[in-house]
């Protein structure tokens, strides 16, 4: 499905308090750009901010990233945040996911959420995967030691793809679901996203995994 471009989406996020337009400059010092000195959280791909916005609302504890890279999707989130309460625990960034060593140093981030990435099922794209082994290679820049990741999906093959990927790469899978609103355990404390109450909605079983670096 082609996306629909949002006319103005690059200058309103430019002139948004939430959105951070030079992030590189923060690498090494998001305890500065928070003010405080507690653990990160990123969400790669966050769309349009339903996750995200729910958990730093939950948990101002934790300091939230939420990483998109399209202007005209994360603009929508940045909407939501000018409707609701404020939110100090939270930033966003429009950058490539490639991007995020340039961003964060090593062992900034301790927790890594994807959230129904896109599964670019064409194996010659398999490397673009937001779980490949390049991918999981790059958040081991920044991510600290034994910090986790969450990946989240719809996608049976791409679920089973990133669970051989994690256990190739040596990261340690600590627990793992074909049905989360079917495993309690697993399902205690879950925020779903838009996609997820989409999916969930039309009968589709939700797949996730939780792994450490």
């Not at 951070?20 to 349009?48: L, Q, S």
């Not at 939420?66 to 000018?82: C, F, N, P």
Request: hydrophobic content about 40%; glycine content about 10%.
């Amino acid at each position: 499905m082609r996306l629909r471009n949002v006319k103005g989406a690059r200058e309103a996020l430019a002139e948004c308090a939430y959105v951070e337009t030079e992030p590189e400059t923060d690498r090494g010092a998001w305890e500065a750009v928070f003010g405080n000195g507690n653990p990160i959280h990123v969400e790669i791909g966050m769309g349009k901010g339903k996750f995200l916005l729910e958990l730093a609302a939950l948990h101002p504890e934790v300091n939230y990233v939420g990483v998109e890279m399209y202007a005209s999707v994360l603009v929508r989130a940045a909407e939501k945040l000018a409707e609701g309460p404020e939110l100090p625990n939270l930033r966003l960034l429009n950058v490539q996911a490639e991007a995020l060593e340039t961003i964060f140093a090593p062992g900034e981030v301790e927790r890594i959420y994807l959230n129904f990435s896109d599964p670019w099922p064409k194996a010659r794209h398999a490397k673009r995967r937001l779980t490949s082994p390049a991918f999981l290679k790059r958040y081991e820049g920044f991510l600290k030691e034994g910090g986790l990741l969450e990946f989240k999906t719809d996608n049976r093959e791409l679920f089973e793809y990133s669970l051989e990927s994690i256990r190739s790469g040596g990261w340690r899978l600590l627990g793992h679901t074909f049905d989360l609103h079917g495993d309690e355990a697993l399902c205690t404390g879950n925020v779903m996203t838009e996609y997820e109450q989409k999916f969930s909605g039309q009968g589709q079983a939700i797949c996730r995994l939780t792994a450490v670096r």
